[in-house]
Each structure stands twice: as C-alpha cells, then as structure tokens.
C-alpha cells in the first residue's frame, strides 16, 4: 500500500481516537505528517533504542510507516506538542496485540524534546486508552538495558520488571538485552491519580 492509495480522511484515522493531555495532543499519523516524522527519527540514538526504526531514516520510511500505520492489531498516536491552533509533533507513541495476548507498548521522542515528562505524560495517555476504551486487563513493554531513560519513563506509569529477554534492533541488524515489564489493571486503576486523558472520537 502506498500513500497515494490511501484516503486522506480513511477509516482508519476516524477510528483511532485523538487523546488529550495537559500538554500534548496524540492522534493518528495523517499523509501529511510525513516530512516530520522523517526529521525527528532521522537520529541514531532514537532508532538503537525501538525495535523497528532503521537508521537512516529517511522520507520513505515515514511514508511506509504512514502508510501501514493502524493496520490490523495495532493502534499508533503521532504525539503533538499543544502550541495554540498550531501542533508541534515531537515523536510517536502506541501498541500492538497478538492473539490474546496484553498489548506491548511502544514510544518514542525526537532527541530535544527528551527530559521533559512529555514520554511518560503520553504514555499514560495510551495506557489509560487501553484500559479504559478496550477493556485490556494488562499491558507489556519493554527497555534496553541501556536506555534508564526510558526504564523511568515505564516505573512512573507504574509499570512492574518482570524479567530480563533479548529483542531484535533493526537499526544495528542484532539483538540486545532489554528488560521486560508488565502493568495490570489493578495496578494502574490504584495510580489514576495522573488522571485520565481526555478522549475525543472523530
């Protein structure tokens, strides 16, 4: 599938919900967004630390992403920062399901909006959407284990260690040690204190 052959306003976006933070906006990747999404990743020390972002990354890879994105088993949130009428997208944030088992989040940021508590409020944004919209009764994610940025990111959304694994990096063609994390429902449902994001359905 390519970019041409989508719609721009394609049942996909429209069931993707748009989630509302303090400070950010997350809504569906949209055929415009392309040029940014290419900008932002477009950087090593992002695409070490996911499993699927190569590196170079360039303009075709956005538009493959675009392109694929909420396809199937998985939901994906271009994360926008709030600048009046104007947005700022500063990386991306989702999850995908197998079968039956918990979801696995996933999230990244451009490098000069990391520190600033935009991943974890973003995060929670996601993980409040799973929770509460799609009825998910626990979600996994996963860290490099040397990345303790994003470690903190999942311990202030509560999530649990569970143990320690290896996952295949596309942008160093290897696996790499990662630990592995579980947040449950009871778990998060005793935390809500961040409060939940607002959602907003086309």
């Not at 992002?46 to 956005?62: F, G, K, L, M, S």
């Not at 799609?134 to 979600?139: K, N, P, R, S």
């Not at 143990?163 to 579980?182: N, T």
């Amino acid at each position: 599938m390519t970019l041409q052959e989508i719609p721009s306003e394609s049942f996909r976006e429209r069931s993707i919900p748009v989630l509302e933070t303090e400070r950010l906006v997350l809504r569906a990747p949209r055929l415009g967004d392309a040029k940014s999404v290419a900008v932002l990743a477009n950087d090593r020390r992002i695409a070490e630390n996911t499993a699927r972002i190569p590196h170079p990354y360039r303009a075709a890879d956005a538009e493959d992403f675009i392109a694929t994105a909420n396809l199937g088993n998985e939901a994906v949130f271009l994360i926008a920062l709030r600048n009046g009428g104007k947005e700022q997208m500063i990386g991306a944030c989702g999850f995908t399901q197998v079968d039956r088992h918990p979801p696995e989040i996933g999230y990244w940021l451009g490098v000069k909006h990391w520190g600033k508590g935009y991943a974890t409020e973003a995060v929670r944004a996601v993980i409040d959407h799973t929770f509460t919209d799609l009825g998910c009764e626990a979600i996994h994610s996963s860290a490099r284990v040397t990345n303790p940025a994003s470690r903190r990111v999942l311990e202030k959304c509560g999530f649990q260690w569970t143990g320690a694994g290896l996952l295949r990096i596309r942008a160093i063609s290897s696996s790499a040690p990662i630990d592995r994390f579980r947040l449950d429902r009871g778990l998060w449902a005793s935390l809500k204190s961040w409060g939940v994001a607002r959602r907003v359905f086309a």
